[in-house]
């Protein structure tokens, strides 16, 4: 991506989220945002929006079906990425915003590696550890298992990682014995 291409791009997500936090709607902005993003990647959406053979008439009105369940912060804002023919760029500012917002109010998600699903218990455990040792305030739970951890946990917030899992100190042993 070019500079001149990041400039845009920057410019769009600190307009938006100074909205959101001059009205006081950070969460409501960045749960809108996560909702449209969930869209984007289950859906070839950032493809379309990009194709130079589809008309700006027809991206405008796949983006505009986002509008009828925004709020009006939200939604004027995608009237005006529409007005600017920004179209190509919505995937990129929106995944911009998000990180903003993530930044401003300290809330980031916190994803969780296991070997097994946790307990609630577990999970509310791992938020006073993320809080504790990685400066996490608060945060979206995000559960990822993966068997080939063998046990123990890795938690990833706000790209720090603590990683308690067996696989580590079984790597660890190894080096240990060379």
Do not use: W
Request: aromatic share 6%.
């Amino acid at each position: 991506m070019n500079k001149k291409t990041q400039t845009v791009l920057e410019r769009y997500a600190k307009s938006l989220v100074e909205v959101a936090v001059e009205q006081q709607q950070t969460e409501i902005m960045a749960e809108e945002i996560r909702t449209v993003l969930t869209v984007f990647a289950e859906t070839d959406l950032a493809a379309v929006l990009k194709h130079d053979g589809i008309s700006q008439s027809d991206k405008a009105d796949l983006i505009r079906t986002f509008q009828k369940s925004a709020s009006v912060y939200f939604s004027n804002f995608l009237e005006i990425v529409i007005q600017n023919e920004r179209e190509a760029y919505l995937y990129e500012i929106l995944q911009l915003v998000l990180e903003k917002l993530s930044d401003v109010t300290n809330t980031y998600d916190i994803v969780v590696t296991s070997a097994v699903a946790l307990t609630q218990a577990q999970k509310e455990r791992v938020l006073k550890i993320a809080a504790d040792k990685l400066a996490v305030s608060k945060g979206r739970l995000v559960e990822k298992i993966d068997p080939s951890i063998i046990g123990g946990l890795i938690i990833d917030a706000d790209n720090q990682v603590v990683d308690m899992s067996i696989r580590r100190q079984l790597r660890e042993f190894k080096m240990n014995l060379k």
